[in-house]
């Protein structure tokens, strides 16, 4: 065995490089059961984000470090590369943040959070268009950024799903397949020997 091996070198790569197949395959079906009609670009990006707000060091601490409202009018207020930087983190914040965690959003806190995101995109992508020939993957995620939301939430149930330990975690998912009724919920709890009847919302 080499020393790299030894010291955890290729594995730590191929750790990294997993995480993205990781999530490839359940974002593919994800954008199949939300009918989203995503570029091989756009979900490529999805993916890469996930891998990036997979590991605690990353930028997932600090994307939303402040209320949405205050980043975008500090985002909107810089310059130049500072001011492409906080857009593009402010989009994708928003998208991982309320993907993932926004169960407990009313309708109207949801709507505004997407817009903020999808502005935020918008922008960035308004200043990669100077020069290009056409619209790119920011400009798909800010035209789109409802259904990429939905589509984040689907992974969440999958994360969700293959994480359930013990009685509470499987209540949990039952409770959240009560609200949702995702794919992935189902076959979680079919993981489990639970049948989930959509039709009585009860366990068969």
Not at 59 to 67: D, F
Request: aromatic share 8%; glycine share 14%; net charge neutral.
């Amino acid at each position: 065995m080499s020393d790299k091996s030894k010291n955890g070198g290729s594995k730590g790569i191929e750790i990294a490089t997993s995480v993205g197949c990781y999530f490839d395959e359940v974002v593919g079906e994800a954008l199949k059961h939300q009918k989203v009609g995503a570029s091989r670009a756009a979900q490529t990006y999805v993916v890469e984000l996930l891998a990036a707000f997979a590991k605690p060091d990353e930028a997932a601490g600090s994307a939303l470090r402040e209320p949405v409202t205050f980043l975008l009018r500090d985002a909107m207020e810089a310059t130049g590369t500072e001011r492409f930087k906080r857009l593009q983190s402010l989009g994708d914040g928003v998208l991982y943040g309320v993907g993932f965690f926004g169960e407990g959003l009313d309708r109207a806190d949801k709507r505004y959070f997407v817009y903020v995101g999808s502005s935020a995109y918008g922008h960035a992508a308004e200043m990669l268009r100077k020069g290009a020939t056409g619209p790119g993957v920011l400009d798909e995620l800010a035209s789109g950024f409802e259904g990429f939301v939905e589509v984040l939430t689907d992974v969440s149930d999958w994360v969700m799903a293959q994480g359930v330990r013990g009685q509470q975690g499987v209540v949990k998912l039952y409770e959240r397949w009560l609200k949702r009724s995702s794919p992935a919920l189902a076959s979680g709890l079919a993981e489990l020997g639970i049948v989930a009847s959509k039709g009585a919302r009860g366990v068969a």
